[in-house]
């Protein structure tokens, strides 16, 4: 069940102007480590001109990783998130990948709804397990999840 998703914009993030989703990032908690580096790809998510959330993917082959999505503390419950997976999906297949994974630590629900499903750290592909937010030790409390695209 998706309901209707707001309209959002998507613009990508060249590595230098990078710096806002850091600071988002590190409000929240998450990490960002490698958010300057080449290999991800991220974008800012606006709606009627107004900054609503950051999103990113890491594509491996046929395999991606969703990464670093968050929609701004006063804007949450609204549909955006969603939004943005829903953008970031198309990315993924966009760029050649079918699957994609993701970690969360206290969103399963969230992703469920959206048609993603827990899956095991040893069924992860390995480009997938060495990626940046499954390679760090300090997510391995998180639960990877997995959708087909």
């Known amino acids: 069940m998706h309901g209707q998703r707001p309209a959002l914009f998507a613009l990508p993030l060249a590595i230098w102007e990078r710096d806002g989703l850091k600071?988002?990032?590190?409000?929240?908690?998450?990490?960002?480590?490698?958010?300057?580096?080449?290999?991800?790809?991220f974008w800012r998510f606006e709606r009627d001109?107004?900054?609503?959330?950051f999103a990113g993917i890491e594509?491996?082959?046929?395999?991606?990783?969703?990464?670093?999505?968050?929609?701004?503390?006063?804007?949450?419950?609204?549909g955006i998130g969603g939004a943005m997976i829903d953008k970031m999906e198309v990315e993924a297949?966009?760029?050649?990948?079918s699957a994609i994974y993701l970690l969360t630590r206290d969103f399963l629900p969230f992703f469920a709804r959206?048609?993603?499903?827990?899956?095991?750290?040893?069924?992860?592909?390995?480009?997938?397990a060495a990626a940046g937010p499954f390679a760090d030790p300090r997510r391995g409390d998180a639960t990877p999840m997995v959708k087909q695209v």
């Open 49 to 53: 001109d107004v900054p609503v959330g």
């Open 23 to 41: 600071a988002v990032l590190a409000r929240a908690g998450l990490p960002v480590d490698d958010v300057g580096h080449d290999g991800p790809l």
């Open 114 to 128: 959206l048609g993603y499903a827990p899956c095991g750290r040893d069924r992860l592909p390995p480009a997938i």
């Open 93 to 97: 297949r966009a760029r050649g990948a």
């Open 59 to 78: 594509v491996h082959g046929q395999d991606a990783v969703l990464r670093s999505l968050i929609t701004l503390p006063p804007l949450r419950r609204q």
